[in-house]
Nanobody, 124 residues
Framework: QVQLVESGGGLVQAGGSLRLSCAAS????????MAWFRQSPGEERNFVAT????????RYADSVKGRFTISRDNAKNTVYLQMNSLKPEDTAAYYC?????????????????WGQGTQVTVSS
């Protein structure tokens, strides 16, 4: 049973930075494509970023390009999301997700494994 546990969320002022972490256990992390999604109250869960099993390929939502960076450390079974130049509209619960397979994916139904989420709040 694969488990994903996010951490690193919190309250930050606009323009600030946060780094989210997602620790995986119970599976072969190094073979999974990983991703981050986010969801605000009353809205759908939206794609943020995804990274290939090796870390050599990544893709971002247009809204976060140039500000967020996804990375992974397969030795630590952890994927990260570095968030810089944060804006109030980045406020959301952030979810880590994983899937078997090598193809990058940006749709929620492509992912089988999900964490419980970590809240990010950006004040203006």
């Amino acid at each position: 049973q694969v488990q994903l546990v996010e951490s690193g969320g919190g309250l930050v002022q606009a323009g600030g930075s946060l780094r989210l972490s997602c620790a995986a256990s119970g599976g072969t992390f190094s073979s999974y494509t990983m991703a981050w999604f986010r969801q605000s109250p009353g809205e759908e869960r939206n794609f943020v970023a995804t990274i290939s099993w090796s870390g050599g390929h990544s893709r971002y939502a247009d809204s976060v390009k140039g500000r967020f960076t996804i990375s992974r450390d397969n030795a630590k079974n952890t994927v990260y999301l570095q968030m810089n130049s944060l804006k109030p509209e980045d406020t959301a619960a952030y979810y880590c997700a994983g899937r078997r397979g090598t193809a990058l994916a940006d749709r929620t139904f492509d992912y089988v494994y999900w964490g419980q989420g970590t809240q990010v709040t950006v004040s203006s």
